[in-house]
Structures are given as structure tokens and as C-alpha cells.
């Protein structure tokens, strides 16, 4: 079919960095793929990492492709105003409109109206927005941020092995028994019921293995969204799955299975990673305060410890463990014990080190703190070995590219099921199980194991861990990753599953 250049894609993530960044990333694929126009709804607060990330994407002589891409921002992200600015911003782009950036008052020329929107799927209020004002007229794709493998439990139909439509059965449970709908969905989701989950492309598991920690999700997320998202999902006309068919096969040919039981279709995109180019590296840097002092760490490391002597540590934007950050201390101590070199990078808006951590850290010498760190530069410098993470799909898939095995302490959503993938299926990482708490320290049904918790256990667990990851044993897991990493650098190659997809998808506009 013909290709207009007049094409006009939306896209819209939730201001969280690991749902933001791959769709960075896809809208610089879809430009660079088909002469199409893409509008990158954010907010004020990621407004600037928006554009930095975007500029990773695009190299020296690109200026005109990339300008296909126009960042605006919506506003503040407060939950009802944020909503009634994407109505506002929404209605514009229907009727072909100007449009003004909240953050830096310019002013955009107007497209064409949209032929689709790609909204996040936990932006359940702007998919519902999309859907009332314009109809069918408009097509929407949910965007999934996150391991397939988890969507099957958390979202998906009964059928599949899921939880359903959690909201609708909570709003009758509510009325029939007089709990209030908040109560309810609490105890849906949240208090598992020591029931055998079975779902595509995952060993059998408890359903409290889904909360291997005692983390509190906010409950404007946890109960104001999370239940919606299924009604969302079914609502859209088809899915965006940040993942890679070679990662998670099983999952992703489920999903696609289970889409077209509607006539809908499931688009696997992963991995979404910008090159890692100089150009890219530059701006990556830009983004971390620490940016300088961290490569000038990295390459000083791998003079004096060699090449993959580092671990890096990073639990991600919002993941800490908060109720027991004393087992982190464990594990620190133990790294510092086994004169491994490391970074931990830890979210700027968090002040949970304390002032004798940082003071050993300091003693230790071989060790650094930063906040916001640039991750893919951290990973793909030859000194780096390992990969501390808490299991989110973003840092999976930057760390599968550039050859980096993992250790895993995952905590809520699909962070407990890529860290079962890696270490079990996979066989390229390893599962800290010792640092659990809350449900997690119940039986683990596939080897009958029982947690402890204790800062002992931890430590010993730690050591443990850590020997085999820097000896043979790791040695082997690192070579096994190879063949994986191949297959995913492959996706978005000709003959690949992503390029198949996306171009599919571009090609239907």
C-alpha cells in the first residue's frame, strides 16, 4: 500500500522512566522506518530526559528525521488535572490544531489527525479519553511495558491463567457484601490465596511468588489503576509488547494467540535500546549529574581489576527496599568483604543511604554512589561484570545486549518472573532468595525451598552468589548469554520478529 508522509502516530508512556525510555526509542524506529510523523505526549518532570534520550536515537546529519519526532509536554503529572490536560491536548490533535508545550510554551504546527495512538497501558483515563472522543476513528494500541511473561497472571483472562477483570468483579463483591470497592481489590490482588499459578512460558509458581517483597505500591496505583488495566487492554485495538519474541517465545505467541481470539493484533518490539554509538554515549552522560566521574570510575577500574571485574547495582527509579534496607547494607558489606569493585546507583529523589554506609564506601575505595547513572554506558564498558537489578524488563534487556549476566532481587509485577526466566529457564543469572520478606518467605514451589530472611542468611546467600558469578560457574552462565544476546540483537535485523512486526504495523497505517 502507499505510504502518505502525512502518517501521524501519538504516543503517550506514564511518567515512569522504564515505561518511557522504549517508547523513546520506538518512535525513533517508526521515523526512521517510514516517513511518518510522531507526536511523544509527556509530562513537565520528563519533559528534558525526553529530549535527551530522543537525541541518543539519532546521530550527526539526522536533524531532519529526528525533527519527526515532536516532544510536548501535557502538563504537571497530578492524576485529574494531568487527565483533563490530555483531553485538551487530545481534542487539538483531533481537529488538527496548534498545539503549545506546558513546559516550554512553543508552539507546534499542526498535523493531521491521528490514524493511531500508542497510550500506555496503565494510562487507563486517556485510553477511555481517546476512545470517547474519537471512536473508532482513531486506532489505540496499548503500549505494555514490561516482561509478557507477567501480563498472563496480572491482566489477563481467567482462561489464560489470569486474574480477569478484577474492577468489574470487585465493584459486584463490593455491592453484594457491603466492603467498601477499595478493601476489596486490596484483597484481590494483594492477599494471595497460596494457589498454584500456571501460565504460558513459566514453571507452576504459589501466587504469593508474585510479592517476593513487602513493598507498598501507592494506592492510587495499586487500586486506582491497576484494576482498570484489564477493561483498558480490552478496549484497545491491538498491543505493543516492549519484549522480544527470542527472550520470551512462549509468552509472546500466547499473547499474540490471545489478541487474535478478538481480530487483534500483538506487536512484539524489543529490545528498544538506542546504539551505543558516541553520540549516543554523550547524551546518556548529559542525563546523570555524575556522569564523568562515573566513566573516569569505569575506566580506572579496568586498569587496575581488568575486564569484567565490576558489579554494578541498581534497583531501578522506584524500587528500594525500604521496610528492610539493612539487607542491602548485608549484601554491600559482603562486596566490599569480597574486594569486588561496584557502583550502586540509586534513584536522586532517594535518601536511604546512610552516612556510615557512604563513609565505608568511601574507606573502601573501590566502590561508588550515584544517583541516576547512566546505565547503558555502565554496561557496555568491558570492565563491568555483573549486574545487580531488581528484575525490571528495561534493565534485562540493556544488560542481554551487552552481554552482562545478572543477579536478580526482584520485587513486585514482572520483576519476580524475569528473575525466574534468567535464573531458571534461561540459566544466565541468579536469584537472590535470602533477601525476600513479607509472602516470600513462604515455600518456593519449584524447589521447595523456605527463605530464613535473616541478615545471616543474606550474607551467606551473598557470598555464595558472588563466588560462583565471578568463578566458573558464572563463567558458563556468561558464555550461555551469548547466544542469547545474538538473538536479540537480531530481532531488529532483516528477517527479525521486531523489524517484521513494527514494519507490519507501520505499513497498516
Known amino acids: 500500500m502507499t505510504i502518505l508522509s502525512h502518517n501521524h502516530v ?66 504537571d503529572w497530578q492524576s485529574d488535572a494531568c487527565n483533563e490536560s490530555f483531553k485538551a491536548v487530545w481534542a487539538k490533535l ?14 507546534h504546527d499542526a498535523l493531521p489527525e491521528p490514524q493511531a495512538a500508542i497510550v500506555d497501558a ?3 483515563a486517556p485510553v477511555a479519553t481517546i476512545r470517547k472522543m474519537s471512536g473508532n476513528t482513531v486506532k489505540i494500541y496499548g503500549w505494555y511495558p514490561a516482561s509478557t511473561l507477567a501480563m498472563f497472571y496480572l491482566l489477563g483472562p481467567e482462561r489464560w491463567g489470569g486474574m480477569g477483570d478484577v474492577h468489574a468483579k470487585a465493584q459486584v463483591e463490593a455491592q453484594q457484601t457491603g466492603r467498601s470497592y477499595e478493601e476489596v481489590v486490596f484483597e484481590m490482588l494483594y492477599v494471595p490465596k497460596g494457589e498454584v499459578v500456571e501460565v504460558p512460558g513459566l514453571p507452576p509458581m504459589y ?10 505500591v501507592p494506592a492510587d496505583i495499586g487500586i486506582g489503576i491497576f484494576p482498570r488495566v484489564y477493561q483498558a487492554l480490552r478496549s484497545c485495538d491491538g498491543m505493543f509488547l516492549f519484549t522480544a519474541e527470542s527472550y520470551e517465545p512462549e509468552a509472546v505467541a500466547a499473547s499474540k494467540s490471545w489478541l487474535a481470539e478478538t481480530g487483534r493484533s500483538a506487536y512484539a518490539c524489543g529490545p ?21 566521574e562515573i566513566q573516569n ?8 581489576s581488568g575486564e569484567k571485574s565490576l558489579l554494578y547495582i541498581s534497583l531501578g527509579s522506584h524500587f528500594w527496599p525500604v521496610k528492610t534496607p539493612e539487607k542491602l547494607w548485608a549484601f554491600l558489606d559482603v562486596v566490599i568483604e569480597s574486594n569486588i569493585p561496584f557502583i550502586m546507583s540509586h534513584a536522586p529523589y532517594t535518601d536511604y543511604i546512610p552516612s556510615q554506609v557512604r563513609e565505608k564506601v568511601g574507606v573502601y575505595g573501590k566502590g561508588l554512589l550515584s544517583a541516576w547513572s547512566p546505565q547503558q554506558t555502565i554496561l557496555e564498558h568491558p570492565a563491568t561484570g555483573w549486574y545487580v537489578t531488581h528484575g525490571g524488563h528495561n534493565g534485562v534487556n540493556e544488560a542481554i545486549h551487552a552481554g552482562v549476566p545478572m543477579i536478580l532481587w526482584p520485587f513486585v509485577g514482572d520483576q519476580p518472573l524475569n528473575a525466574i526466566h534468567i535464573s531458571e529457564t ?19 514451589y519449584r524447589n521447595g525451598r523456605r527463605p530464613l530472611g535473616t541478615l545471616d542468611a543474606v550474607k551467606n546467600e551473598a557470598r555464595n552468589v558472588l563466588a560462583k558469578a565471578f568463578g566458573e560457574d558464572g563463567a558458563l552462565k556468561r558464555e550461555r548469554l551469548k547466544a542469547l544476546t545474538r538473538a536479540l540483537d537480531h530481532e531488529w535485523e532483516a528477517g527479525g520478529t521486531s523489524l517484521r512486526d513494527v514494519t507490519a504495523f507501520l505499513d497498516s497505517l
Open 10 to 75: 501519538v504516543a503517550f508512556p506514564v511518567q515512569a522512566w522504564g515505561h518511557c525510555r522504549p517508547l523513546i526509542t520506538l518512535a525513533a524506529r517508526f521515523v526512521t522506518l517510514r516517513p511518518v510523523h510522531v507526536t511523544f505526549l509527556t509530562t513537565n518532570r520528563y519533559y528534558d530526559k525526553v529530549k535527551a534520550e530522543l537525541a541518543r536515537n539519532f546521530g550527526h546529519g539526522e536533524e531532519t528525521r529526528a525533527n519527526k519526532v515532536r516532544v510536548i509536554s501535557i502538563g
Open 94 to 107: 483531533c481537529a488538527a490544531e496548534e498545539i503549545k508545550c506546558a513546559k516550554t510554551a512553543i508552539t
Open 122 to 124: 496503565f494510562a487507563v
Open 207 to 216: 501466587d504469593y511468588e508474585y510479592h517476593p517483597q513487602d513493598f507498598p
Open 272 to 292: 528498544l535500546l538506542p546504539p551505543t554509538g558516541s553520540h549516543a554515549v554523550l547524551y546518556e552522560k548529559k542525563q546523570s549529574k555524575q556522569g564523568i
Open 297 to 304: 570510575f569505569l575506566d580506572a577500574t579496568l586498569s587496575k
Open 426 to 444: 534461561l540459566q544466565v543469572g541468579y536469584e537472590l532468595l535470602e533477601v525476600r520478606t513479607g509472602y516470600g518467605l513462604k515455600q518456593i
